[in-house]
């Protein structure tokens, strides 16, 4: 049973500069959420996608955005990079029922920006 | 107010010893879940238990066990017969049910060090 994957591992990017990070949620999962991890500091919430649709977010700026396709997967992009957009970004899925929405995550995305 | 808080930013323990790691929370829901997730230095967050909060009894999963005092809004985990695998960063984490989905809100976190 294949569970989360996130790509790529690691990022660097220079200020200014978009980034796309992508996620495969867990085999009969539909809903995929992503985290933000600064270091030493626990995972903020981004944003959560199911159906093909954001259907809730946290604060962050709309530079952030993201888009779910068919199989559920799911990238997340990140426009006019700033340094303190240097973290670990997380990728979680679950199902959408109450209940069962444990969330499981990927092994993340390192991104720097420099 | 959404809050996490894991008062320990360190603990050590020493092989096959018991370490007992605090959260608390806030919420103004009466059902929500609660969860303790590990996060080795590999960074890959894995979670260790999951407790119902309209369950009084405590979840346990083999060394992994959950004190849950639901009036006081506790959660803490205790490791049993503690091995060098569980050295990592616990995060302890509750789930924010939102119009149209939810969210989980996570702690600061707690390294544990594991000695021999």
């Known amino acids: 049973d294949a569970g989360v994957t996130q790509s790529p591992t690691h990022l660097i990017k220079t200020r200014g500069q978009q980034v796309t990070l992508r996620c495969s949620p867990k085999s009969g999962h539909d809903t995929v959420s992503w985290y933000q991890q600064a270091l030493g500091q626990g995972p903020q919430f981004i944003f959560q996608?199911?159906?093909?649709?954001?259907?809730q977010r946290g604060n962050f700026p709309d530079r952030f955005s993201g888009h779910q396709f068919p199989n559920y997967s799911s990238e997340l992009n990140v426009n006019a990079l700033l340094l303190g957009d240097s973290a670990l970004y997380l990728c979680?899925?679950?199902?959408?029922?109450?209940?069962?929405?444990?969330?499981?995550f990927g092994p993340g995305t390192r991104l720097l920006v420099l | 107010a959404q809050t996490v808080t894991q008062s320990q930013p360190e603990m050590s323990v020493q092989e096959a010893e018991t370490v007992t790691l605090s959260c608390t929370y806030d919420t103004s829901e009466s059902d929500y879940y609660l969860f303790w997730y590990k996060q080795p230095p590999s960074r890959q967050m894995i979670l260790v238990i999951r407790?119902?909060?309209?369950?009084?009894q405590n979840a346990t999963e083999n060394r992994f066990s959950v004190n849950f005092q639901k009036a006081a809004k506790s959660f803490s985990l205790k490791i049993s017969d503690s091995q060098l695998g569980d050295a990592a960063m616990y995060f302890c984490a509750y789930t924010v049910y939102m119009e149209y989905g939810n969210k989980l809100v996570f702690g600061a976190g707690t390294i544990l060090r594991v000695k021999s």
């Open positions: 996608y199911y159906e093909e649709e954001e259907r």
């Open positions: 407790q119902e909060a309209y369950k009084q």
């Open positions: 979680a899925s679950s199902l959408r029922f109450r209940g069962q929405e444990t969330q499981y």
